[in-house]
């Protein structure tokens, strides 16, 4: 499931091909991707230039010069592809339509976006540029965002009796974080899943801002050479090998010098936290 900084590494590399371009045509080819969407998507996007490319928590947001904005929630599987036109140091050539190729965007310049998503969890609407939208409605502020800060974050956390790993999954307090990241914050603040949010210190509770924000600006640097050397030979951005140091390493050795244990899994509100029982209290 991409996080932040895997759409913002979607969004990185599609600026070059589509902020500036024009739509020459949009291919629409079923009604729906998780909800229905927007009527007469292809012809309202067909002939737009695209002013500006946006993101908003786990959202892209093209800003079109009919003042609309196509909004993109890349799901579980969603995938974005770009096909003739230079990314990195590749050039790709069109590859052969897929199944699954939903929504395609033929651009004025030669080059193609096309958004594949096997199991249609994804999402595309069409909304008023600078209006509302359900799914945008009631997120918390960006984590790299001015209001989000040590003083802000610590009088979201005070008095909170669910698990601090739920306070931060929740999109209304922080926008945009996700199992990975909340675990590898969690492991670098030495703080449990398990602890209860209103517990923690003031102190601890601030420190957690500029560690959210560490964890997050690696991982959209690792995004970030991924898309200069294009390993992804496909087309494919936004997803990338990284390394995690608490994430999905269960029974693997902790990396803080000097400590013995493994990493342990425990599953919270049916979701899996990995964490060093040793390290983090
Ligand atoms: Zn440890």
């Known amino acids: 499931m991409p996080e932040l900084p895997e759409v913002e590494t979607v969004r990185r590399g599609l600026l070059p091909v589509l902020e500036g371009g024009l739509i020459a045509r949009a291919e629409v080819n079923r009604p ?16 737009r230039r695209v002013t500006a490319l946006r993101r908003r928590s786990k ?64 999402a ?37 009796r669910t698990p601090i790993k739920s306070a931060l999954l929740d999109q209304r307090i922080v926008a945009g974080l996700g199992n990975i990241y909340v675990a590898e914050t969690l492991y670098r603040a030495r703080i449990s899943p ?15 801002v500029p560690l959210i ?26 997803y990338f090998s990284k390394h995690f140091q608490v994430y999905d390493r269960e029974g693997q050795p902790c990396e803080t010098p000097g400590c013995s244990a493994v990493i342990t899994r425990t ?3 049916g979701r899996s936290s990995f964490w060093c029982p040793a390290c983090q209290r």
Not at 66 to 92: C, F, K, N, P
Not at 196 to 203: M, R, S, V, W
């Open 213 to 238: 924000r560490e964890v997050l600006a690696e991982a959209i640097e690792a995004g970030g050479s991924s898309l200069r050397d294009f390993r992804q030979a496909n087309g494919e951005l936004g």
């Open 194 to 208: 398990l602890r209860l949010a209103g517990d923690l210190a003031e102190a601890q509770a601030q420190a957690l």
């Open 32 to 47: 729906d991707l998780r909800w229905p969407l927007p009527e007469r998507m292809a012809e309202r996007l067909t002939g």
């Open 124 to 160: 595309m609407d069409l909304m008023p540029t600078g209006g509302a939208h359900p799914l945008l409605e009631g997120l918390g502020p960006e984590p790299f965002g001015n209001d989000f800060n040590g003083p802000y974050l610590a009088s979201r956390l005070k008095g909170r």
């Open 267 to 269: 599953i919270q509100s």
């Open 59 to 122: 959202y892209i947001l093209a800003d079109l010069d009919s003042d609309e904005t196509l909004l993109v929630h890349l799901g579980m599987s969603g995938r974005m592809l770009i096909s003739g036109a230079q990314v990195g140091v590749h050039y790709r050539d069109h590859p052969a339509p897929q199944k699954h190729d939903h929504v395609v965007l033929h651009m004025a310049g030669g080059a193609r976006i096309t958004f594949n998503d096997a199991r249609r969890f994804g």
